[in-house]
């Protein structure tokens, strides 16, 4: 075996997120974007001393459990790779895979305190939120609105039958992607920074079965008037969608492909939905952050609110709701404590948290915009039990530091991305916290994540 080679294996087991182990030769070969027992053909990348790194090229035989039909898209977009996967399979492919990290860092520890993987209530259908990019499906080809293809920072895969989201967003894409091709409007080019169609933002409400629509463009208006073809695309959408409570304009002239809202305007209706979890109402705008899962949210805030509750019947003085995001959590929370500050960075998810907490008749709930380390160091409270929610690539070390400092006797540690609870494992056990329960919910079906929760307690080891 030397780099270069073309070779072949059995993929034996998966390792979080999307790593799967061939042995070859005896080497153990990690490879991205497989299935356990699919024999592949791989490009070896790295050898290193037993192990090495390769890159798929394609799958030679399919797993015995990949009984399910495929979407049109499957392996082309970058996500769903588990869709072909019977749902207990999948949940027990997931389950191994977060043995494997957190046997890492727990040790025996883990089997005393894994309390399982809760699944999702809907299968397939399941996202209320899908951010679409303008594009070409190869390089000087025609219009194309969808996901980027697998590995690909250009070509876009248009995807008109989704399974993980609502129906309504698979029409809301094709009439978009349709109408703006009749009218031969060009997308933002990520290199010469040209262009006028840049991204499609659908979100949904599941409980008033609800859809905001957001439209993202540059301000390069050549050619057309904008006004005239926003109203017509307008139009037509209402003229073949029900349910829609607003449609939007947002401008983004920054080098950067990601969403950044300069200044929204609203062309129809109103600049949020409303969703109902666990008996209270959440507005939601285009950029704030909420739960892809509406229902799967609903399963992952009722254990949260149990482990919150685990303390000897007391209720908590203070609660600290960090990176609270719209407010959900802290809100949900509220009735069982006597104040919750929730802290979040985006200053349009804290107003909706304000608005959220009035809408609902709280008035223990106080919401902070800013960065987490920042406004910590000038609060003056010093909170009964602590939450964290943090982004994918979880608390930042000042930020940690500064957390465990308080030396509350609780911390409930709420993970998108397991692999960085994983990594603060060890920080927090250094601390003096001590894991006391560990869960899944698989707010993600048909893909290889799970949210990962963990509640410690400050004690010995």
């Known amino acids: 075996m030397k780099k270069g080679d073309l070779l072949t294996g059995s993929v034996e087991s998966l390792r979080f997120p999307n790593i799967g182990i061939v042995e070859t030769e005896g080497t153990k070969v990690k490879v991205k974007n497989v299935l356990p027992g699919e024999v592949i053909e791989y490009r070896l990348l790295k050898l290193n001393h037993g192990s090495g790194k390769g890159r798929l090229q394609r799958v030679l035989q399919p797993s015995s459990f990949e009984t399910r039909e495929s979407c049109p898209h499957f392996r082309i977009c970058g996500g769903c790779l588990m869709q072909t996967v019977p749902y207990e399979k999948q949940i027990s492919i997931k389950e191994d895979m977060m043995k494997n990290l957190f046997h890492d860092v727990l040790g025996n520890r883990f089997d005393e305190i894994y309390e399982g993987i809760m699944k999702s209530p809907e299968e397939t259908r399941y996202r209320n939120k899908m951010e679409f990019s303008f594009g070409d499906e190869e390089k000087d080809g025609s219009l194309r609105l969808g996901l980027h ?40 080019h990520k290199m010469s920074h040209k262009g006028y169609l840049r991204h499609l933002l659908v979100r949904k409400s599941v409980s008033r ?199 509350v006797d609780r911390i409930i540690y709420i993970a998108c991305k397991p692999s960085s609870l994983a990594r603060d494992i060890p920080v927090m056990r250094d601390n003096g916290y001590k894991p006391e329960r560990l869960s899944f919910v698989d707010m993600f079906p048909a893909t290889q994540n799970v949210e990962a929760i963990c509640m410690f307690s400050l004690g010995k080891y």
């Open 149 to 188: 293809k697998r590995g690909s920072f250009y070509d876009i895969e248009e995807v008109r039958d989704c399974r993980i989201c609502d129906k309504t967003f698979n029409e809301i894409l094709s009439i978009t992607a349709d109408f703006f091709r009749e009218k031969n409007i060009t997308y933002f």
């Open 209 to 407: 079965k609800e859809y905001l629509i957001d439209l993202v463009t540059s301000d390069q208006v050549v050619g057309f008037d904008e006004d005239a073809v926003l109203n017509e695309w307008k139009e037509r959408l209402l003229s073949s969608i029900s349910g829609i409570s607003g449609i939007l304009h947002t401008h983004n002239n920054s080098l950067s492909d990601a969403v950044i809202n300069e200044r929204t305007d609203i062309i129809f209706g109103r600049d949020y939905i409303t969703e109902r979890i666990l008996g209270l109402d959440f507005n939601i705008s285009p950029f704030s952050f909420f739960q892809t899962n509406s229902l799967g949210a609903e399963v992952l805030y009722s254990l949260v609110r149990d482990y919150a509750l685990t303390s000897g019947g007391e209720k908590p003085d203070e609660i600290f709701d960090l990176y609270s995001g719209t407010g959900t959590i802290a809100e949900i929370l509220s009735p069982s404590a006597r104040h919750v500050t929730g802290v979040e960075i985006v200053e349009e998810a804290v107003e909706a948290a304000r608005e959220n907490a009035g809408k609902n008749g709280l008035n223990n709930c106080d919401f902070i915009a800013g960065d987490v380390f920042k406004v910590l160091n000038s609060l003056s409270e010093n909170p009964d039990l602590i939450i964290l929610d943090p982004p994918r690539d979880g608390v930042s070390p000042k930020a940690l530091k500064k957390i465990l400092s308080y030396g």
